[in-house]
């Protein structure tokens, strides 16, 4: 199946600073989303992203998809950014979502 | 619009008890999805359905059941609770296959004492 791999495992942030968070994968995919759990395990869709670049307020991501990777953009954060950050991808013709293991960002006041 | 709406949010069972996780969207959704996260990884599929009579299994299916008898509801049978069962289940929905649209629910935390 494919791999996908997320880094940093672990990432702190004083408020008010910018992250990159980035996902490898292994093979060609139909589909790759970025989602925040945040601490209360609840789990946020952020990014629909197969390709190309999107943003949304603070966050924007950008898949290169030739390349098998995708990078997800944190500017200016905040003490709710904190939670987990997980990559997922779709494979062609499956219903089989794998997710990264995440990545755990702890923004600190 | 409730979206996705998963009960319990906690439970705890011993060893061998039964339960059902309860997920219901109001959506109109035709993909329903049950997940399971274990501490530190990513979601694994446990069973999916396409529609009302349709299920099939993921990636993690042993010791659970699901029935899809409406296109609202999709519940998660647990027959024989084990140790290993204890983790976050999250159930979603979403209009399409693959990532088109996925909605999920608040997540249901079960531990197997």
């Known amino acids: 199946g494919i791999q996908v791999e997320q880094s940093p495992p672990d990432l702190i942030l004083q408020e008010g600073a910018n992250s990159t968070l980035r996902c490898n994968f292994s093979?060609?995919?139909?589909?790759l989303q970025w989602f925040h759990q945040n601490p209360w395990g609840q789990l946020i869709n952020l990014f629909y992203?197969?390709?190309g670049t999107k943003q949304n307020g603070r966050l924007s991501a950008t898949t290169v998809a030739t390349e098998r990777y995708s990078l997800l953009y944190i500017s200016s954060s905040q003490t709710t950014d904190s939670g987990v950050y997980f990559c997922?991808?779709?494979?062609?013709?499956?219903?089989?979502?794998?997710f990264g293991k995440g990545t755990k960002l702890s923004v600190i006041p | 619009n409730a979206g996705v709406t998963q009960t319990p949010k906690f439970r705890i069972l011993k060893i061998g008890q039964s339960m059902t996780l309860q997920c219901t969207q109001d959506?109109?959704?035709?993909?329903m999805y049950w997940y399971r996260q274990d501490p530190g990884m990513g979601l694994k599929l446990i069973y999916y359905s396409v529609g009302a009579g349709i299920t099939d299994k993921g990636e993690v299916p042993n010791g659970y059941n699901v029935s899809r008898s409406t296109t609202e509801d999709f519940p998660l049978r647990l027959e024989l609770a084990a140790p290993s069962q204890t983790s976050v289940y999250f159930c979603a929905s979403s209009q399409g296959p693959g990532l088109y649209g996925y909605t999920f629910g608040s997540g249901t935390r079960l531990t197997v004492v």
């Open positions: 997922r991808i779709d494979g062609a013709g499956s219903y089989q979502l794998t």
């Open positions: 992203i197969p390709s």
């Open positions: 959506m109109n959704h035709n993909y």
């Open positions: 093979d060609s995919v139909n589909n």
